[in-house]
């Protein structure tokens, strides 16, 4: 059996009270998880390259998306002396370019 098999069936058991998974985590998750100062990730949600949902209580949510692209992000600032504004269009790029191979190999398998 797989794990992702199991949690479904631990879930529909009645009295365990599991919370759901959530693809999304909250403004302090983030900065623990990513180690990044909260004016950075403001500066990153000005600049739009993260975008993070709002709750109705006005919080953001953010993808765990945005956790592995900050953690790039960091690692190039850190890595090559750049700024914020710089690594992030490096990622970006690089999540394009990888994009694009997949759809090689789509258009190759479909030849």
Do not use: C
């Not at 998880?33 to 993070?52: F, M, N, R, Y």
């Not at 956790?67 to 690089?94: A, T």
Request: cysteine-free; proline content about 4%; glycine content about 6%.
């Amino acid at each position: 059996m797989t794990t992702k098999r199991l949690e479904q069936i631990m879930m529909r058991l009645p009295g365990l009270n599991l919370p759901e998974r959530s693809e999304y985590v909250a403004w302090a998750q983030l900065v623990e998880l990513t180690s990044i100062e909260p004016a950075q990730v403001a500066e990153l949600v000005d600049l739009g390259w993260i975008t993070p949902a709002r709750t109705g209580a006005s919080e953001y949510l953010f993808r765990l998306r945005d956790v592995y692209r900050i953690h790039k992000l960091m690692r190039l600032v850190k890595d090559l002396d750049i700024s914020f504004g710089g690594g992030s269009i490096i990622v970006d790029l690089l999540e394009r370019i990888e994009e694009l191979e997949k759809e090689i190999v789509e258009l190759r398998r479909l030849v």
